[in-house]
């Protein structure tokens, strides 16, 4: 059965220990840890093996680490945070809760709570509960009143048609349902039992079958009956004052129990309470009472521990990881029945601090004894879970100061058969274990420096390490002032002396580092300075086996003598702290080591840190440990500033098999979504929901922590992540694509679980699926391309305007400029002999001069950006039209209709229309003889008309001379697309009509 956890209770004159003994070590868990109240009212643990609590302030779930608070979502809204006094799930596995005064199912997935009501008013007042049959059937029990169940099929709590028939009149309390499927029901009048396969109510008035404990007279106002697994009946009644009965059937033996379980003080009390537990052990529990019973002396044992306070235990039950779980007005208790068997002695100090720093096994003549050193009350002698000897004697001629009593170190020497004490101002206390004499000396070899470690080699020689850096040889036979010899002297304090197995002598110091001495000549072997340790400041030194030392304070060093190799650990690596107070070696050749938080286990073959978790023993020990030993039976014994814990530790099972953890929250933006018990998990999300954290843990509260974890979200990690007491993943802005987040767990030995797996997915959006980004680069491509043509195209427009003006220019200017040179080069010839005809030919250069001219002055306009508008086309050939006309003394008419001003058409256009324009006006100004012309610009729909008109001797087609002019205005009008056309008649003037489809 369980271990127990043993606190040993000694009062002598002057050594004052915590009086109490401990069966269990317990967990309590409060506000501080995210309980919602301490005043909690019940506890379920379900099939997943969550933890759900109910208290003062509402519903939560724990998973080992964390609570987790629920919400009560109803049809009309959310309800105000209420008590949860009842927590219990059907056959079916609906969750059914009484939140306040309501009872009704709840879906923790939606936190929707779904209230059944009373089919009408009750007195409810004296209290009830709810309890369920193995039928399914859920009762309401209505304290010293009556019996009601919750009709699901009508949707209502009622006392119709009730399974379970009890007397007219009778007022229940609790109801039992036995192995024959009888119900035996606690009544304030008294018991009856029901039998439904026979409509049966039977009483202690009415028992045809003769039952037992129906026989008792005098029960009234029962409170519970039940039947154990072994066939006792327990009966809790008040007759005035409170009873707890058994009767055995096998023995027919009454007995009453209600001292056996009375608290050691005269408070109200009250044993409602009761849970059977797998091994058949009998817990009663209730108002100032926490009791179990033992079924060998068939007696109660009430559990009375300083660190389990209440005045009210509302429910207990049992966990399969191996304790019970205690409901309290105090808090959440567990009481941890893997309690393992540790000899804790802890001091108080009243009078000041003990200030342990030695420890050492002494055994003389087969008589075991433990000594404990401190620092300022001298030496202590025990004999574990028996007694405390008296140590005065040690002290009979001391020496006044109190250095006598200042102890930094313990060593027994075996062939000299004395034990050796190292004091402050360099004296040392030997002590003869056969004489009982004691002496007290100062060698003057130690320079009245304090004593810091002893060591002794195996030909029986003491070697000193002192506060000054001092090494102290001591090879005197038996006790001689002159045996001492200064052997060596180092800069600092020597904190530990180390013989090795090769018999070596091994410093540590404070300020240079680790020398290995050679023991005969004193020659330095090996330093380890800073430059291969973590630090030259070093105080615990241990030998392991013949390659591996371990060295540090302040940082782990694994030193490999054969190798010359050193590895450094620290907290990242799995230890408990960066600090380690002392270290020793087991049997098995596993180093425990001392820190400030707590003891953990360290494997060198591995390099793995076992540390058993904040719900163990060891997560609780004094957090200033000083020195440690190895007892001869393998048992391993640390002293702290105040206290010796001893253990064997091979009682601690190694690598236990991992389990698989559990994923214990999903959270989305912080929002809990889901965790791993749920059967259907939200598995898809948008884009824009890629903010993700998962919790995990192992469900068994007693393991949980004697585990590490590695975790990974494949998709996303390229390897596992070593969780380092952090038991929570987070994953921010995710981009799309499928995932998988995996977490396993790690034995000491580096096992792994299988992982446990969830999968989902994250949707792209829009603008990130494949479709939607290959449009996008096709139309990247389009877009590329268009930019590409369109700059093709400008580049052609830039060519073709070049070319246009390189071929109007050679038109135009060359032919000009060629007729200028010929008529220059005839006035050259002619001006001596025929001035005249000279005079004609400058004429001639002035005349073509001008039209050159005003030809590039046409091209210069057609080119200007600001030309680029009809109306500013319109105005040029209005100005033209008046220089020309007004010069023949022709008054001219224009109708421009509003829509033409709009229009827009290319450069060219513009050109090829002001030069059809320009010819018509020229010729209508030579050759029409008219005094009046008329034109017109018009727009209907898509066709553009321009009709110059002159009112003057016309002229017939026929005899028409087609020259340039003409040719070059059809060709014109060709190229914008249109249709040139000529009406004229000799006597009725002329007309010219340009049509043009935009």
Avoid at 332 to 348: A, G, N, V, W
Wanted: aromatic fraction near 12%.
């Amino acid at each position: 059965m369980k271990k127990s956890l043993l606190l040993l209770l000694l009062f002598l004159s002057c050594w004052i220990l915590k009086a109490e003994t401990k069966r269990f070590y317990v967990t309590r868990l409060g506000t501080t840890e995210g309980l919602a109240s301490n005043q909690v009212l019940t506890v379920f643990k379900d099939k997943n093996n969550y933890l759900w609590v109910g208290s003062s302030n509402g519903l939560q779930r724990f998973d080992g680490r964390k609570f987790m608070s629920y919400q009560m979502e109803t049809p009309q809204g959310r309800l105000p945070a209420q008590s949860i006094s009842e927590i219990l799930v059907d056959r079916d596995g609906k969750m059914w809760l009484r939140v306040g005064d309501q009872y009704g199912t709840y879906i923790p997935k939606k936190q929707e709570f779904s209230p059944v009501p009373f089919e009408k008013s009750e007195n409810r007042f004296q209290g009830e509960s709810l309890w369920m049959d193995r039928n399914g059937n859920l009762f309401v029990i209505l304290f010293n009143n009556k019996l009601l169940w919750i009709d699901q099929k009508n949707g209502k709590i009622t006392d119709q048609n009730l399974p379970i028939k009890i007397p007219d009149g009778w007022r229940p309390r609790s109801i039992f349902e036995d192995k024959n499927g009888r119900y035996w029901v606690s009544n304030i009048e008294g018991i009856s039992v029901y039998d439904p396969h026979n409509g049966e109510i039977y009483t202690h008035a009415s028992n045809p079958l003769g039952l037992e404990v129906l026989k008792k007279p005098g029960l009234g106002y029962v409170f519970n009956v039940y039947e154990d697994s072994e066939g006792i009946f327990w009966i809790n009644y008040w007759a005035p004052d409170e009873r707890l009965l058994s009767y055995d059937a096998l023995t027919k033996v009454w007995r009453n129990h209600k001292s056996e379980i009375a608290p050691p003080n005269n408070n109200y009390q009250e044993a409602f309470g009761s849970i059977e537990l797998p091994h058949a052990e009998i817990w009663r529990y209730g108002i100032q009472t926490l009791a179990s019973f033992d079924r060998r002396s068939k007696t109660f044992t009430p559990l009375i521990q300083n660190d389990i306070k209440f005045d009210k235990i509302s429910k207990l039950i049992w966990d399969e990881a191996g304790g019970i779980w205690m409901a309290t007005d105090a808090g959440l208790y567990f009481l941890h029945f893997d309690t393992p068997s540790i000899y804790f002695l802890e001091r108080t100090t009243e009078k000041g601090n003990f200030e342990y720093q030695a420890v050492e096994e002494v055994i003389h003549r087969g008589d075991t004894t433990v000594w404990l050193g401190s620092w300022g009350k001298g030496i202590g002698v025990i004999k574990p879970l028996k007694e405390e000897l008296d140590t005065k004697w040690m002290y009979q001629g001391a020496p006044k100061g109190i250095e006598s009593y200042q102890i930094w170190d313990l060593h027994h020497d075996k062939k000299r058969n004395l034990v050796w004490v190292a004091l402050q101002k360099g004296l040392i206390q030997m002590i003869e274990l056969d004489t009982r004499k004691v002496h007290f000396i100062y060698p003057e070899v130690f320079e009245g420096s304090t004593i810091r470690t002893i060591a002794q080699d195996e030909l029986g020689n003491l070697w000193f390490g002192t506060q000054n850096g001092s090494i102290i040889k001591y090879d005197g036979k038996g006790i001689n002032k002159d045996g001492f010899s200064r052997y060596r002297k180092f800069q600092g304090i020597i904190p530990k002396l180390l013989i090795s197995d090769d018999q070596h002598l091994w410093v540590t110091t404070t300020n240079e580092g680790v020398y290995e001495l050679d023991l005969k000549e004193g020659k330095i072997l090996r330093h380890l300075d800073h430059s291969i340790l973590s630090s030259n400041s070093n105080e615990q030194l241990l030998q392991v086996n013949d390659s591996i030392f371990l060295i540090g304070y302040e940082l782990l060093n694994k030193y490999n003598i054969r190798t010359g190799k050193n590895e450094v650990f620290s907290y990242s690596d799995g230890m408990l702290s960066n600090t380690m107070l002392c270290m020793e070696k087991d049997a098995d050749g596993l180093v425990w080591i001392y820190t400030p938080n707590g003891l953990t286990r360290y494997d060198i073959k591995t390099n793995t840190f076992y540390s058993f978790g904040k719900n163990h023993f060891f997560s609780n020990i004094p957090i200033d440990g000083r020195s440690g030993t190895r007892f001869a039976n393998g048992e391993l014994a640390f002293v702290s500033n105040n206290g010796i814990i001893i253990f064997d530790p091979r009682q601690f099972a190694r690598n236990l098999p991992p389990p698989i953890p559990t994923i214990t929250g999903i959270e989305l933006f912080g929002q809990y979504i889901g965790d791993g018990a749920l059967p259907v998990m939200r598995r898809e999300f948008t884009a824009q929901e890629n903010s993700l954290a998962f919790d995990f843990n192992i469900l068994n509260f007693s393991k949980q922590d004697r585990f590490t974890y590695q975790y990974r979200l494949v998709g996303a990690d390229l390897d596992w992540v070593n969780a380092n007491n952090n038991f929570q993943a987070v994953y921010s802005l995710l981009p799309p694509g499928d995932y998988r987040f995996e977490v396993r767990s790690i034995n000491e030995s580096g096992v792994f679980s299988d992982p446990a797996v969830y999968a989902f997915e994250i949707k792209p959006s829009l603008v990130q699926t494949w479709w939607f980004k290959a449009i996008l680069g096709l139309l990247f491509l389009g877009i590329v391309g268009l930019i590409y043509r369109l700059h093709v195209n400008r580049i052609l427009a830039v060519v073709k305007l070049r070319s246009r003006l390189a071929r109007d220019l050679h038109d135009d200017m060359g032919s000009t400029l060629s007729t200028i040179n010929i008529l220059s080069s005839m006035a050259k010839t002619k001006i001596g002999t025929d001035p005249a005809k000279s005079s004609e030919y400058i004429s001639k250069i002035s005349e073509n001069s001008q039209r050159m001219m005003e030809a590039m002055d046409d091209i210069v306009w057609s080119i200007k950006p600001q030309n680029d508008t009809m109306e500013k086309l319109i105005a040029r050939m209005r100005e033209f039209a008046n220089q020309v006309l007004e010069s023949k003394d022709i008054l001219f008419n224009m109708e421009i209709k509003e829509k033409v001003l709009g229009m827009k058409l290319s450069m060219d256009a513009r050109r090829d229309l002001f030069l059809i324009f320009k010819e018509g006006i020229n010729n209508a100004a030579k050759y029409s003889g008219a005094s009046r012309v008329f034109i017109s610009f018009g727009l209907d729909g898509q066709l553009f008309t321009m009709r110059i008109r002159d009112y003057g001797k016309g002229f017939n087609m026929a005899d028409l001379d087609e020259g340039n002019g003409l040719e070059n205005m059809q060709k014109r009008a060709t190229q914008l697309g249109g249709n040139l056309e000529i009406k004229t008649e000799p006597g009725n003037g002329t007309e010219l009509i340009l049509k043009v489809l935009l």
